[in-house]
Nanobody, 114 residues
Framework: QVQLVESGGGLVQPGGSLRLSCEGSGFTFSLFTMRWYRQSPGKERELVVE????????NYADSVKGRFTTSRDNEFNTMYLQMKNLKAEDTAVYYC???????WGQGTQVTVSS
């Protein structure tokens, strides 16, 4: 059974940093591209970044370029989203997504507020 579990969200002040994690199980983690999405209240879910099998990140949302980076550790079945210089508009529930199986994690809340 495919399972994705996000962690690392929380409350942070503007300009602060957070690192989100997404641990996958029930599939061969290293074989598949994954994605980070986010959804703010009243808005549609948006793609933050795509994470190829080899790591790195592609298709960053314009709003996060230069501030967010992604990586993955296939040995530990985990991918990461490092977020820096956070802004109020980054407040959202962040999800990891496995396109091959159309599988979503439960999400982790990020709140940027002073």
């Amino acid at each position: 059974q495919v399972q994705l579990v996000e962690s690392g969200g929380g409350l942070v002040q503007p300009g602060g940093s957070l690192r989100l994690s997404c641990e996958g199980s029930g599939f061969t983690f290293s074989l598949f591209t994954m994605r980070w999405y986010r959804q703010s209240p009243g808005k549609e879910r948006e793609l933050v970044v795509e994470v190829p099998r080899s790591g790195g990140g592609t298709n960053y949302a314009d709003s996060v370029k230069g501030r967010f980076t992604t990586s993955r550790d296939n040995e530990f079945n985990t991918m990461y989203l490092q977020m820096k210089n956070l802004k109020a508009e980054d407040t959202a529930v962040y999800y990891c997504y496995l396109p091959r199986f159309d599988s979503w994690g439960q999400g982790t809340q990020v709140t940027v507020s002073s």
